[in-house]
């Protein structure tokens, strides 16, 4: 009992010291007024989850997907209007990387069954690509 009454005395003098010790934050528009700069970073991500069933009732699953970087910066001006107003003016411009998620290149034959086939068969070259930006 007397550790619990410990611990309620303890939190109520915390509360009470924190209380007192605290002021509120008045800002006006004239603390906002002049010109700002930001710079930003983060990765963006993509991701294809995809099943392929073939004439031959053969099912096929996979995943693709990769992480791309992006940056950017904003440029600007706040101009105070009145005591608690104020409006800004500025300009951002953002920067993305690429990234190439998938990638492949097929040789069909025989019109794209996958067999080699003979010598005098033509064959066909089949090639994907895909990349975010």
């Keep these: 009992m007397k550790a619990l009454r410990t611990k309620i005395c303890t939190y109520a003098i915390a509360l009470l010291v924190g209380v007192g010790l605290s002021t509120p934050s008045n800002a006006g528009s004239s603390d906002f007024a002049g010109i700002f700069a930001a710079v930003s970073g ?3 991500g993509a991701m294809i989850d995809g099943r392929h069933v073939n004439q031959s009732s053969e099912v096929n699953n ?4 990769a992480v791309f970087p992006m940056a950017g910066y904003e440029l600007g001006f706040n101009l105070p209007l009145g005591p ?5 003016v500025g300009a951002s411009k ?4 690429s990234a190439e ?5 097929e040789e069909l034959a025989k ?3 996958g067999d080699q086939g003979t010598e ?3 064959a066909s070259r089949t090639h994907f690509s895909l990349t975010v930006t």
């Design 42 to 44: 983060s990765a963006g």
């Design 62 to 65: 996979g995943q693709l997907g």
């Design 84 to 88: 608690v107003f104020f409006i800004g």
């Design 94 to 97: 953002s920067f993305g990387g």
């Design 101 to 105: 998620i998938a990638d492949g290149e």
């Design 111 to 113: 019109g794209g069954g």
């Design 120 to 122: 005098g068969d033509a």
